[in-house]
């Protein structure tokens, strides 16, 4: 039952997807546990991809993720990591299954307007990143 960490990126909270993107995250039975908006500075949006550092389109992805505010979710329920990154769908829209939040609303391989954690320790370090023990609701 860990909970997991989705973000809405800056080109779904300006075209304005954010209760679409959540109403799909609780029709799917996944529970919204923690939820704020913010803009990322770029040191933050640095450190939070830092493990692509050497990939070509870093720099880019850096400057789309501080173009604009951000909505940072935990999202818990039975199988959440995996059940979130189904949602979300393939990182290119082009390679995402109907039905997927990125092929409906992506508009490239960079902006593709959600981002989940991908295991069990990036999730506990990237829900760390942006929220405290106590902005998490428990699970009951
Ligand atoms: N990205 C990009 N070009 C690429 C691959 C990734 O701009 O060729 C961006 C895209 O926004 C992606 C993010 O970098 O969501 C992180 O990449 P990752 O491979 O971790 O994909 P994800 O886990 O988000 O599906
Ligand atoms: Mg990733």
Redesign the pocket.
Known sequence: MANTLGII?PDGVRRRLVGKIIDKIENAGLIIRGLKTLRLSREQAEKF?AV?ES?P?YK??VE?MTSGPIVVMVIGGHGSIERWREL?G??DPAKAKYNTIRREFATS????VV??S?GPDTAKTEIAFFFKEDEILPKE
């Open positions: 990126k991809y692509h990939k389109f880019s992805l789309f979300m393939a990182t391989v960079e902006k593709n981002h989940g991908d």
